[in-house]
């Protein structure tokens, strides 16, 4: 999210500038308030106790201590080590034990068929090779076993979050843009070959916060994106970019009371490996 547009097949620099702003704030304390989505998740893969699990981009661990909770042997893959040493800690509490290792998503440190099941949850959709990383979570997990996602599509809360954001601080040129992981269409591109069947359906999770001015400012304290990105700015361009994300909030806001529930729409996918 840096103002720099690198060429276009760059991606190491792209994933170098990606990987500082996750590292920067505290992705946690967004991520321990959508628990919900990985809980569902689990649900919709039908998770048995000790399938072999993978949580690709797993951040502090929503989705990798949720199969954890349902006894199945977890791996948490991110290519941040501090928000693995935050999900370890946090199973640990739960005492449960899970295994972590630092990667890259479009490059996953493990063997073909390493996986009954093969978990992300906003995660791997915002590595820049869309294709590779696609190719990446069907290699590691075994024919006829199953790939979740949850992905946020264009026409979303996280949607228009994502177009006011890069009006201040565009993407590299050349990034297809994140949101496509969640168009039926594109799936089908990207999985359609090595897959049986992939099934789509359309959820709701609700940002839940004390007032508008609240939910911005947990975002650009602890976002890491956003965070970095308002790093880069004037004060007066922050002050821009802080009345347009209101206005984001303030067009999805169901709320009459002064605090916020928006609607957070988003795609959960499960996919079933060809045999
Ligand atoms: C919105 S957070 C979601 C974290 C977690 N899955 C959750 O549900 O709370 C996005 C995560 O993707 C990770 N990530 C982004 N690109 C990645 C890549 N190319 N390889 C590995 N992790 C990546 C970030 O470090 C961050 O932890």
Not at 1 to 25: I, Y
Not at 59 to 76: E, M
Not at 241 to 265: E, I, K, M, R, Y
Request: hydrophobic content about 40%; aromatic content about 10%.
């Amino acid at each position: 999210m840096s103002r720099s547009s690198p060429p276009t097949s760059d991606f190491s620099k792209v994933k170098q500038q990606q990987k500082d702003a996750w590292e920067s704030g505290d992705l946690g304390m967004f991520s321990k308030t959508i628990v919900l989505v990985s809980e569902l998740l689990c649900e919709a893969v039908d998770l048995r106790s000790n399938q072999k699990v993978l949580d690709v981009a797993a951040g502090t661990g929503n989705t990798a201590i949720a199969a954890a909770r349902r006894w199945c042997d977890v791996t948490a893959v991110d290519f941040v080590q501090g928000l693995l040493e935050q999900a370890r800690r946090r199973a640990e509490v739960e005492a449960f034990s899970i295994s972590v290792a630092q990667g890259d998503a479009e490059n996953l440190p493990f063997k073909d068929s390493s996986f009954d099941v093969v978990l992300s949850t906003f995660g791997s959709m915002f590595a820049p090779n869309q294709e590779r990383t696609a190719v990446e979570l069907l290699r590691v997990c075994r024919p006829g076993g199953k790939v979740g996602m949850t992905n946020f599509p264009p026409d979303s809360f996280a949607g228009e979050f994502f177009r006011a954001m890069a009006r201040h601080a565009p993407p590299p040129r050349g990034i297809k843009p994140s949101v496509l992981w969640g168009l039926e269409d594109r799936l089908h591109d990207l999985f359609g070959a090595g897959a049986s069947s992939i099934d789509l359906r359309r959820r709701t999770f609700f940002f839940r916060y004390a007032s508008p001015q609240h939910w911005l400012d947990v975002f650009r304290t602890y976002f890491g994106p956003v965070r970095s990105a308002f790093q880069t700015l004037d004060t007066a361009r922050a002050e821009r970019l802080s009345t347009q994300l209101l206005n984001v909030v303030g067009h999805f806001n169901q709320a009459t009371d002064g605090t916020v529930v928006a609607p957070c729409d988003y795609v959960e996918i499960v996919v079933l490996k060809r045999t």
